[in-house]
C-alpha cells in the first residue's frame, strides 16, 4: 500500500475531526480514543484494498461506514455522546479498534500474496456474453427463489440440501438480475438506457417480489444496485441519482422497514404462497395508506436503535456498532464465550447435504441472538445481525479478533481474488466493472451483519457463479456478439 501525500492528509484529518467531535458532545475520552483508532485503521485499510475504484477497498469502506463513521457522524451532529446507548461502550471500543486494525492487516496481507489467474472469470467477453447473462442470471435465480418456497408452502417447514440447498443459492441472487442487463444496454449505447422499458420492468418485478419476500434488504436491493450502475456510468456527482437515493431512503425510512419488521411476525412467512401474498398484500396496503398504524409499527421496533425513538430509527443498521454492543455486552456479562461452536457451525452449512444430512438451517444469527435475549425461547429461525467482530468475540474475546479477523479477512479476499482478480470499477462496461457491482453487491449486506459461519457458509459462491458464467457461455454462442437491442 503506497498512500499519496493527501491521501494521508485526508485520513489524519477525517480521524482527527472524529475524536475532537466526540470529546465535544460528552462521550468517554478512552471510548473516543479506540472509536478513532478503529476509524483510523478502517479508513487506511480502504487504501489497502486499492481504494474505492477496487471491490476490497470499496466493501472496506462499506464496513468502517456502515459500523462507525455513519452512527458517530449522526451523534455529534446531534450533540449525543457516541457512547450513549452502549451497554459496554470501553469493551466494544476495543473490539472495534482491534477488529478494524486486523481488517488492514489481513487486507494488506492478500494485496501482497501472489495469486494464479488459471480460474479466473475476470477476463474481456462480448455483448453477446452480457446478454445471455442477463437472460440465465434472470430465469435461473427468479426459478431457484420460487422453488425454494415450494416446501414451506406446502406445510413441510423449512428445508434445506439437496435441490433446494442448490435452488436457494440461485434465489439469493435475484436482486442481482437487474445489473447485466444494465450494463449490456449501457455497451449497445441504446438510445434509452436507465429508463428502457426492459430496465424499469425488471426494477418494477424485482421490488414487488422483494416486498413479498418481506426482508428489508431484498425490498431495498433492486434499487440500489439500479443506482449504483448508474454511478458507475455518470460519476457521484449526478444530481439525477442523488435524488433517487433521497426517495429511496424515505421509501425505506416510511414504508419498507415499518412494514417488514411487522409482517413477518404476522403471516408473511407462513403458509401457503396464496396466503402469504394476501397478508403481504393487505400489511403493504395498510401501511402505505394507514399512517397511524405506520407510526405505531415504527414506534414498536425502534426502541432499540442506536438513535432511539423517531425519523432516523429505522437507520439503526448503518450504526453497527450498536447491535455489535449488544452481542459484546451480554457475552461479558455472562460470560457466555462459545469457543469453535459459532465457527464450526459455518463450516457445516459448507459441507454439502450428502456428506452431512443433519447440517443446520441457517446461520448462527438467532442461536448467538438466543445469549442476547433478543428472540423468544421458542424462536429458532430468526436471524439476528451482531457482525464478524462482535461474534469473534463471543468465541474467544479479545484473541478471537484480534487473530480471527486478520485472518479471516486475508483468507476471503484471496479467495475472491482466485476466482474474480481484483475487480475495479473502470466507467465502462467491461467485465471488471461487472465483476465489481457484482463482488459488491453480493457481499455489502452479509459482510456487515452476518455471523462468521454466514460469511464461511458464502465460501461456495464459485460453484454458482462458475455454473451461471458456462451456461451463459453457451448461451452466447447463438447471439452476434454486438447484438443490439433499443
Known amino acids: ?50 481504494g474505492l475504484a477496487s471491490a476490497f477497498g470499496c ?9 462507525l463513521l455513519f452512527g458517530i457522524a449522526i451523534k455529534i451532529l446531534f450533540m449525543q455522546p457516541a457512547d450513549d446507548r452502549l451497554n459496554a461502550a470501553p469493551t466494544t471500543a476495543l473490539v472495534m479498534a482491534i477488529g478494524f ?24 467477453f462480448s455483448g453477446g456474453m452480457l446478454l445471455s ?16 418456497l415450494i416446501p414451506a408452502a406446502s406445510g413441510e417447514g423449512l428445508q434445506t440440501g439437496g ?43 424485482s421490488s414487488v417480489i422483494g416486498v413479498f419476500s418481506t426482508g428489508k434488504q431484498d425490498a431495498m436491493e433492486p434499487l440500489m444496485f439500479y443506482v449504483l450502475v448508474g454511478f458507475v456510468r455518470y460519476g457521484w456527482r449526478d444530481l439525477r441519482l442523488w435524488s433517487l437515493v433521497s426517495l429511496g431512503m424515505i421509501y425505506y425510512a416510511v414504508i419498507v422497514f415499518p412494514y417488514s419488521q411487522y409482517v413477518r411476525y ?12 394476501e397478508v403481504t398484500q393487505d400489511t403493504f396496503l395498510r401501511i402505505t395508506s394507514d399512517r397511524s398504524f405506520r407510526s405505531t409499527v415504527t414506534d414498536r421496533v425502534s426502541k432499540g436503535s442506536y438513535f432511539g425513538p423517531g425519523p432516523l430509527s429505522p437507520f439503526g443498521r448503518l450504526a453497527m456498532v450498536s447491535e455489535a454492543d449488544k452481542l459484546i455486552a451480554a457475552t461479558k456479562r455472562q460470560q457466555a464465550f462459545t469457543g469453535w461452536a459459532t465457527i464450526a457451525w459455518g463450516f457445516k452449512l459448507l459441507t454439502p447435504s450428502v456428506l452431512y444430512p443433519n447440517k443446520p438451517v441457517f446461520e448462527a444469527g438467532n442461536y448467538l441472538a438466543h445469549i442476547v435475549g433478543e428472540v423468544g425461547s421458542s424462536d429458532t429461525t430468526t436471524q439476528v445481525s451482531y457482525g464478524i467482530m462482535a461474534n469473534l468475540y463471543n468465541a474467544f474475546s479479545f484473541s478471537g479478533v484480534l487473530l480471527g479477523t486478520p485472518i479471516f479477512f486475508a483468507v476471503f479476499y484471496y479467495w475472491v481474488r482466485i476466482f474474480l482478480g481484483d475487480p475495479r470499477w473502470e466507467r465502462l ?20 451483519e ?13 460453484v454458482v457463479l462458475a455454473l451461471v458464467y458456462v451456461l451463459s457461455r453457451g448461451l452466447s454462442l447463438f447471439f452476434p456478439n454486438e447484438l443490439r437491442l433499443v
Open 429 to 448: 462496461p467491461t467485465a471488471s466493472t461487472l465483476w465489481f457491482i457484482w463482488f459488491v453487491a453480493s457481499f455489502h449486506h452479509s459482510i456487515v
Open 101 to 124: 486494525i486486523g481488517l488492514f492487516v489481513g487486507t494488506l496481507i492478500q494485496a501482497h500474496l501472489p495469486c494464479p489467474q488459471s480460474l479466473s472469470m475476470n477476463r474481456e
Open 59 to 67: 466493501l472496506n469502506a462499506i464496513l468502517i461506514g456502515k459500523f
Open 266 to 277: 404476522n403471516g408473511g412467512r407462513q403458509g401457503t404462497i396464496e396466503h402469504r401474498a
Open 133 to 148: 447473462l442477463s437472460i440465465v442470471l434472470f430465469v435461473l435465480s427468479y426459478a431457484g427463489y420460487f422453488a425454494s
Open 450 to 462: 452476518s455471523a462468521l459461519s454466514g460469511i464461511i457458509a458464502s465460501f461456495s459462491f464459485p
Open 163 to 205: 435441490w433446494l440447498g442448490i435452488a436457494r443459492s440461485f434465489g439469493s441472487m435475484m436482486s442481482l438480475s437487474i445489473i447485466p442487463p444494465m450494463l449490456y444496454l449501457w455497451r449497445t449505447r441504446a438510445k434509452l438506457w436507465m429508463t428502457h422499458p426492459v430496465i424499469l420492468g425488471l426494477l418494477a418485478w
Open 1 to 50: 500500500m503506497s498512500l499519496t501525500h493527501n491521501q494521508l492528509t485526508l485520513v489524519l484529518a477525517v480521524t482527527a475531526l472524529y475524536l475532537i467531535g466526540q470529546l465535544l458532545v460528552g462521550t468517554d475520552a478512552v471510548v473516543a480514543s479506540l472509536f478513532a483508532v478503529a476509524i483510523l485503521f478502517g479508513l487506511l485499510s480502504v487504501y489497502a484494498g486499492g
